[in-house]
Every structure is written in structure tokens, then in C-alpha cells.
């Protein structure tokens, strides 16, 4: 497995991570315990090291999960988690909305720690931008628990160009996780620029698109109800049909290529920047090895001028989170 550094930081982990969210929640019954295991530990044996988590997915499971599955790999693997929805430390209960108070962070904190079994989190994201706390204070949160030996590096997820500096300046950002893909470019106009600029890492989710690229989603699929794309503007029957025009095109120039079309959007990923480290999830153990077969592919740079002058022609219909969610998205 070939390995990447997340910007300057210094952080290196291997070039495709592993969203293990969808393990637990959101894209439909969990899956049973033994096999979400025994992936994970098939991940760790093909050479993955980098394995993102965060306390709401569940709330709390997802990180129960990878406590248990990956405390026999210690040293060999980099844990990320996330902080910031309003979820009772103590319970679970998700209140709603959003809470980055410094005394919550650390509250937050103290369960992650508990919960994946480690005496300090490799990466700690800030999940959602909260407008009601400085950036500032945050960052300085964050920067104390760094002192204190619970953090090594911090994050954030979705924040904006202005929030990614003024974080900086209090206490560097490692990584900055948000979505981008073939499907999802927005964030090649202002993002990547100042990650370059700043020497931070960009740490991709969702980078076949929530499934949608790998082909394996049409019209015809029927999403069960505790899976959040069913909610999804860009998941609708209709915007769905509208959609199919980019997977034909990334279908052909996969076949053109000789691999997968995950193969192929996972490659075009990986070409953009060396800095970026996408985090494909998946709960099946052939398509992990599939999604790692991409890291292996060299696209050319004839190859990259192909596919953006044919996707450049496909407009995306639909927004990528329902309305309550992206006013969640920081600017």
C-alpha cells in the first residue's frame, strides 16, 4: 500500500483510507458485528492504516466498534474521529443541532478515548462549523488537548476558506475532511487552493459519490429508510435518471482503461493533489479490495484531460444534503 502525508504535518498514513461510518449508520441496517470486525481487520491486513470514525455515528457504535476491531493493530493504524453535534456525553442522546463549547469538546473527548481504546486520538475533527462558538476557541480547545498528550493532530469537516485560517493561526489544522469526487467539485474553485497554500492535508469523503459512480445505483434501486441518500435531493427517482449520464460516462472510460468504474473515480481522486487522502466506505471486503485497487492506478495526463472534458459536459442535478443539513455547511 503506497502512503501519503496529510499536508506538512507530518501525519502519514496509507494513500486510501477507510469511512467506516456506513458500518454502523446511515446507509441502512448496521452491519452484524462479527463480519464488521472482520472487515476492518481485513483492512489493516491489504496495508489500510487510516480509519475514520466520529461519535454521532450511532451515536457512539461506529467508535465502540473500531475500539474493539483495531486495539491488536495499535501502532499500525491512525484513528480520526469527529466532535461537534450536541450529543449527551453520557447518554447518547442526540439533542440536536450543534456544540463546540470548549468544556463539550472535552467531555466529547474523554468517551472517543474511552470508546476506541487509546490514550490520545491520531486526528480529531471539529464534524460541523458551530457559528455560536469562535473558531478561535476551538482551535484553542483543541490546542490544550494537544498539550495535554489526548490529541495529536486537529481537524476540521466542512469548513469554509475564512474559518480554515483563523483556526490555523490558533493551532495548525492537519487535515480538512469534505466531500469531493468526480461528482462534487466545488471544492477545486477556493478549498484545495489554500490547503496547498497552508500545507494542510485534504482528506476526501464520499469520493464515489455515496455509491452513485460506482454504477451499482440507478433508477431502479430502492433505499431502505434508515438509509439517509433516501433523504437526499440528489437521490431522488427523478434526479437520479438525470444523474446516469455521468456514471455512463465514467463507465466507458473506465472499460477504456481496463479497471472498475470505482477504480477509475478513486484513481482521478488521488491524481488531483498529492496531499489528498480519500476515505471510500464500504461494508463488503471484495469491494474494499476493489476500491484499493485503484490507488495503483497511473492516470495520464492525457487520461485526466479526458475525463474532464467528458464529465465537464454532464450537469449534477440535485443538492447533496437536505435542506436542514446544508445550512450545517460552513462558507
Known amino acids: 500500500m503506497h502512503t501519503r502525508q496529510l499536508g506538512r504535518s507530518g501525519l502519514e498514513v496509507s494513500a486510501l483510507g477507510l469511512g467506516c461510518m456506513g458500518l454502523s449508520f446511515g446507509l441502512g441496517p448496521a452491519t452484524e458485528h462479527a463480519d464488521a ?10 496495508g489500510v492504516s487510516f480509519f475514520d470514525s466520529a461519535e454521532v455515528y450511532g451515536p457512539f457504535t461506529n467508535e ?13 493504524v491512525v484513528l480520526a474521529t469527529k466532535f ?26 474523554e468517551g472517543s478515548l474511552r470508546r476506541l481504546r487509546v490514550e490520545s486520538v491520531d486526528l480529531y475533527y471539529q464534524h460541523r462549523v458551530d457559528p455560536q462558538v469562535p473558531i478561535e476557541d476551538v482551535a484553542g480547545a483543541v490546542r490544550d488537548l494537544i498539550a495535554e498528550g489526548k490529541v495529536k493532530h486537529f481537524g476540521l469537516s466542512e469548513a469554509g476558506v475564512h474559518t480554515i485560517r483563523r483556526a490555523h493561526v490558533v493551532q495548525p489544522v492537519t487535515a480538512l475532511q469534505s466531500e469531493y469526487s468526480l461528482w462534487w467539485r466545488e471544492p477545486e474553485a477556493e478549498i484545495l487552493p489554500v490547503l496547498e497554500e497552508l500545507g494542510i492535508g485534504f482528506v476526501p469523503f464520499s469520493p464515489l459519490g455515496k455509491g452513485f459512480l460506482t454504477g451499482r445505483i440507478d433508477a431502479t434501486t430502492d433505499f431502505t429508510p434508515d438509509d439517509f441518500r433516501q433523504k437526499v435531493p440528489r437521490f431522488s427517482l427523478e434526479n437520479r435518471a438525470a444523474n446516469q449520464s455521468m456514471v455512463d460516462i465514467v463507465r ?10 470505482a477504480q477509475l473515480a478513486l484513481a482521478w481522486v488521488l ?9 471510500p466506505g464500504t461494508t463488503k471486503a471484495s469491494r474494499l479490495d476493489e476500491n484499493l ?16 472534458e467528458a464529465t465537464a459536459l454532464v450537469p449534477v442535478h440535485g443538492d447533496r444534503y437536505p435542506a436542514a443539513l446544508q445550512r450545517l455547511i460552513d462558507r
Do not use: C, M, W, Y
Open 64 to 76: 465502540s466498534l473500531l475500539g474493539e476491531a483495531l486495539e491488536p493493530f495499535r501502532g499500525r
Open 271 to 279: 491524481a488531483q493533489r498529492p496531499f489528498i487522502v480519500p476515505i
Open 84 to 109: 461537534g453535534f450536541d450529543i449527551d456525553p453520557a447518554t447518547g442522546e442526540n439533542r440536536g443541532g450543534l456544540n463546540s463549547r470548549p468544556e463539550h469538546i472535552r467531555r466529547s473527548l
Open 37 to 46: 470486525v472482520a472487515l476492518l481487520r481485513h483492512a489493516v491486513e491489504r
Open 293 to 308: 485497487g485503484g490507488v495503483a492506478i497511473e492516470l495520464t495526463t492525457d487520461d485526466l484531460r479526458r475525463i474532464d
Open 252 to 261: 466507458t472510460l473506465a472499460a477504456q482503461k481496463g479497471v472498475t468504474p
